[in-house]
T-cell receptor
Framework: SQTIHQWPATLVQPVGSPLSLECTVE??????LYWYRQAAGRGLQLLFY??????ISSEVPQNLSASRPQDRQFILSSKKLLLSDSGFYLC???????????FGPGTRLTVL | AQSVTQLGSHVSVSEGALVLLRCNYS??????LFWYVQYPNQGLQLLLK??????LVKGINGFEAEFKKSETSFHLTKPSAHMSDAAEYFC?????????FGAGTRLTVKP
């Protein structure tokens, strides 16, 4: 069966520090991968999606970036965090775009 | 482009009462429709989905939803609320290429 992992589970970082969040999927190949952010009391905001290795599409311009170095690995990064980057970050995968998505457990990021 | 509107950011019901969470969508093609549930500090979990065929869809935990094309709605119901149903619920629509989520409805269940 397929599983999706995210780490770390929680992270507290100072403003201006770098960020790296990792997501890996097991039990499937060539998944579509997604990064979402949930700010407090807000809905889901799609940040990035990827249909294959090295292929990244950005939905919202910001100081975050994403990379997909391997088929089942998706990384969210920042060179310098802002206070507004705080939130709950969710990674998800789907077998094809538009079909049901399977979500990871999330990473709670607090920028101080 | 498709979109989703969830009516009511907060819904409160008593334990044992009917749960009704409203979702309206817009789509230029016959849509796929989904309901997800999110418990605190967790990822989203699929409750049910509609793709084609029967318009009444049954999901996990006793929830069901009915696709009504004429009303562009996909409301989520459960006959009798349980304390464990307290969570955030998201409706989503897909045009087979992109999925768009609603803003979510927080369900509170009172004892």
């Amino acid at each position: 069966s397929q599983t999706i992992h995210q780490w770390p589970a929680t992270l507290v970082q100072p403003v201006g520090s770098p960020l790296s969040l990792e997501c890996t999927v097991e039990g499937t190949s060539n998944p579509n991968l997604y990064w979402y952010r949930q700010a407090a009391g807000r809905g889901l905001q799609l940040l990035f999606y990827s249909v294959g290795i090295g292929q990244i599409s950005s939905e919202v311009p910001q100081n975050l970036s994403a990379s997909r170095p391997q088929d089942r690995q998706f990384i969210l990064s920042s060179k310098k965090l802002l206070l507004s980057d705080s939130g709950f970050y969710l990674c998800a995968w789907s077998g094809r775009r538009g079909d049901e998505q399977f979500f990871g457990p999330g990473t709670r990021l607090t920028v101080l | 482009a498709q979109s989703v509107t969830q009516l009511g950011s907060h819904v409160s019901v008593s334990e044992g009462a009917l749960v009704l969470l409203r979702c309206n969508y817009s789509s230029s093609v016959p849509p796929y429709l989904f309901w997800y549930v999110q418990y605190p500090n967790q990822g989203l979990q699929l409750l049910l989905k509609y793709t084609t065929g029967a318009t009444l869809v049954k999901g996990i935990n006793g929830f069901e939803a009915e696709f009504k094309k004429s009303e562009t709605s996909f409301h989520l119901t459960k006959p009798s609320a349980h304390m464990s149903d307290a969570a955030e619920y998201f409706c989503a629509v897909s045009d087979y290429n992109d999925m768009r989520f609603g803003a979510g409805t927080r369900l509170t269940v009172k004892p």
